[in-house]
């Protein structure tokens, strides 16, 4: 196994795979054969290896795209990082559309591949049939979990009668009051977009009743997130906490309706181009575009050729990359929705005088990601190749097949709720840091790096390091895919095992 890779023929750097010591030669490809290089000084393994002279403020190419420009000249066989790299990008910019499917005609789906889903009555497909308790407002968090907690071991002391009622999960959050304008909106419709998801096969929506978002002010939203049936007395049921003498026993009384509901539910074949799958990533390293966020692409490539769905999200990181998917745009509507999508953040962050492109974390720099375009360029791997099909604002649901892009931040609980919210109903996400968190919906780790998936073997799923091993990219996403239908099936991942489900709103905007 080589030490490094060269991820692009028009490449000025190679990313070392293992540490590559000073004064150690490698033989990187050149126009002719190879051309010997000398290591300057200690390459990390993630980190880059300059392999040409650059000068000072020239381009530093990786995927065959600058991610940024040099401080000062640097020799081949130098580190290349944040030391003597900067970002290239600017504010605002100005964008034309050149489509890169323009006169290609679209394949048909392939393929019959089936999962053991639930079906709903509206039509929609859980991969979970779960009881979820859905607090309106944070002043009931605790006793949303306090209600779940118990009813829980009410499910379970009914044995196989109930067998096919999943988990009852609360979903604490401390918004719901004292919001205003947008941000109150963005919170209600997230709330109404979890109420309706197919993963719930019953849901408690339980308020105070004297917050802004109280249970008569959501019911508008529900119905127009869920469409007819979304307020189903069968599935949903409300509780307002001030208007009754013991709030958790006629929760518990509620949640059994739920579940004797629930369970009448089976698990049957459907096909796979009903499967909706998130797409994030988060403590990247300098193998994250390398290794799982490909895979995760030619994932989502294979799904989408089944007639499937994907979303890709964390809008800031597709920053210096963003034109790779506006040129991928079906049509110039869509460009121009995908336009807005980066331009509408990029203003977000100066209408609170925050640097648009101070973005990687001090994992990331760690693991090898020097500026935000080599962070945005292996981030967007996980976008594949198909055209991108549907640009849906925060709280939005998905409504078009293939590939999709949500507005949302990078910050992982945001971001993956709002996947999940958007329909998803699983999240993949990849990581070279390792992360215990989870979603609403079964969330996927798949490592970057065998180290990661060897050490952590409680949080990670699904380990793309080997492709850093000389492992077959196209057996490696067969496996991934075969995995996704597990899960899909019923297979738990780490997280639903150890028994995290986390939740969070994008906050956005005055505290009252």
């Known amino acids: 196994m080589q030490n490094f890779l060269k991820i692009n023929d028009n490449d000025n750097v190679i990313v ?50 600058r991610i940024g420009n040099t401080k000062e000249e640097v020799k081949a066989g130098a580190w290349i990082h944040t030391h003597n790299v900067r970002t290239a990008l600017g504010d605002l910019l100005e964008y034309n559309y050149e489509p890169v499917f323009a006169g290609k005609e679209e394949q048909a789906p392939v393929g019959d591949e089936t999962f053991m889903g639930f079906v709903r009555p509206d039509g929609k497909v859980g991969v979970r049939n779960e009881i979820w308790v859905i607090p309106t407002v944070g002043c009931v968090n605790n006793v949303a979990e306090s209600i779940a907690k118990q009813a829980a071991m009410w499910v ?7 067998k096919n009622v999943g988990s009852v999960i609360a979903f604490p959050h401390p918004y719901g009051c004292s919001q205003m304008g947008d941000d109150q909106e963005y919170t209600r419709k997230i709330l109404a977009d979890l109420i309706n998801h197919p993963n719930a096969a019953g849901v408690l929506v339980l308020g105070l009743g004297c917050e802004n978002s109280n249970i008569e002010v959501m019911k508008p939203y529900i119905m127009e997130a869920g469409h007819s049936g979304a307020c189903d007395e069968n599935r949903v049921k409300f509780l307002v906490a001030q208007d009754c003498s013991d709030e958790v026993d006629e929760g518990i009384e509620m949640i059994k309706e739920l579940a004797e509901y629930a369970g009448s539910f089976q698990r049957e074949p459907v096909s796979v181009s009903k499967l909706i799958i998130g797409m994030k990533c988060g403590g990247s390293d300098g193998l994250s575009g390398i290794t799982a966020n490909p895979l995760v692409g030619r994932f989502s490539d294979r799904l989408i050729s089944r007639g499937g769905t994907t979303i890709l999200t964390e809008v800031p990181e597709m920053f210096g990359a963003e034109t790779i998917l506006m040129n991928r745009c079906a049509d110039e509507a869509l460009f121009h929705q995908t336009v807005d999508l980066i331009n509408d953040f990029k203003n977000y962050f100066k209408s609170h005088n925050q640097t648009i492109y101070e973005n990687p974390s001090p994992g990331n720099k760690k693991g090898g990601i020097s500026t935000l375009e080599d962070k945005s360029l292996g981030c967007t791997q996980k976008s594949g190749s198909a055209p991108v099909k549907g640009v849906l604002q925060y709280g939005e649901t998905v409504q078009t097949s293939g590939l999709n892009l949500l507005s949302a931040p990078g910050n992982d609980l945001v971001a993956s709720t709002a996947l999940a919210a958007a329909g998803a109903q699983i999240v993949l996400f990849t990581t070279g840091r390792g992360t215990p968190f989870a979603s609403p919906v079964p969330t996927v780790k798949i490592s970057t790096n065998s180290g990661l998936a060897g050490k952590k073997r409680n949080w990670i ?14 057996k490696e996403t067969k496996a991934l895919f075969d995995y996704v239908v597990e899960v899909a099936s019923g297979r738990y991942v780490r997280s639903e095992v150890a028994g995290y489900h986390d939740m969070a709103i994008f906050k956005q905007g005055v505290t009252l």
């Open 16 to 65: 070392a795979l293992n540490t590559i010591p000073a004064g150690e030669k490698v033989s990187v490809p050149a126009s002719e054969g190879t051309e010997e290089i000398t290591a300057l000084e200690e390459i990390p393994a993630g980190h880059k290896m300059a392999v040409r002279d650059i000068p000072a403020g020239g381009e530093v190419i990786k995927y065959g795209y």
């Open 156 to 162: 379970i002391s009914q044995g196989d009668r109930l």
């Open 461 to 474: 799923d699904f380990n793309a390091g080997v492709l850093a091993e000389d492992a077959d990219m196209e």
